[in-house]
Every structure is written in C-alpha cells, then in structure tokens.
C-alpha cells in the first residue's frame, strides 16, 4: 500500500503545481492580430479579452463587416494562443501524460 501512498503524494503535488500554474497564467497575455495588425487583440491565460486596438484606416462606415471579420479573427486567435499556452504549461507539469483538456 505504500505505492498508494505516494501516487496520491505525486497527485496532490501536481494539483497544487496546476493550481500554481493556472493563478500565474492568469496574469499573462498573448496577442494576437489580423488584417496585417489592422486590428490587435489581447487575452490573458484565463480566456479574458483586455484590449482591442483597431488601426483608425479601417474605421469606414461603409466597411463595417469587413471590420468585425477582422476583429473575430484576432479575438479567436488570441483566443487560441491563450489555450495554447495553457495547455503547454499544464504539459510541461504533468510530464507528457495523456490527461484530456482541462481548460
């Protein structure tokens, strides 16, 4: 039983480390942008949008659908850039095992 024992110790480490990890990313961000930079957004480690920049050139009335493709297109890149860095910190501590998304 003492194997037991030291899986649940390894468990109980690696939920603290993910928790650790999880508060940390929180606070980073990643940027993502379309249309050549024309449109600029930025999410945190925990999915959060906290800015959108939009290049005034592109603020034309008559364009308007052009520009909402263009900023969907750099929220869902941010967006996937955001869970790609989760998941590469949440692998680097689970040590490559084939645990299903968390996030």
Not at 20 to 29: C, D, I, T
Not at 46 to 53: G, H, L, P, Q
């Amino acid at each position: 039983m003492k194997g037991m024992g030291d899986i649940m110790k390894k468990a109980q480490k690696m939920k603290e480390e993910l928790d650790r990890v999880q508060k940390e990313l929180a606070s980073r961000e990643v940027e993502a942008s379309s249309g050549g930079g024309m449109v600029s957004v930025t999410v945190t480690g925990a999915r959060e949008v906290t800015s959108i920049a939009i290049d005034p050139s592109v603020i034309d009335p008559d364009e308007r659908e052009m520009l909402q493709d263009l900023i969907l297109a750099a929220v869902n890149e941010a967006m996937r850039k955001s869970t790609e860095m989760m998941q590469e910190e949440t692998s680097r501590i689970m040590g490559g095992l084939p645990i299903p998304d968390l996030f």
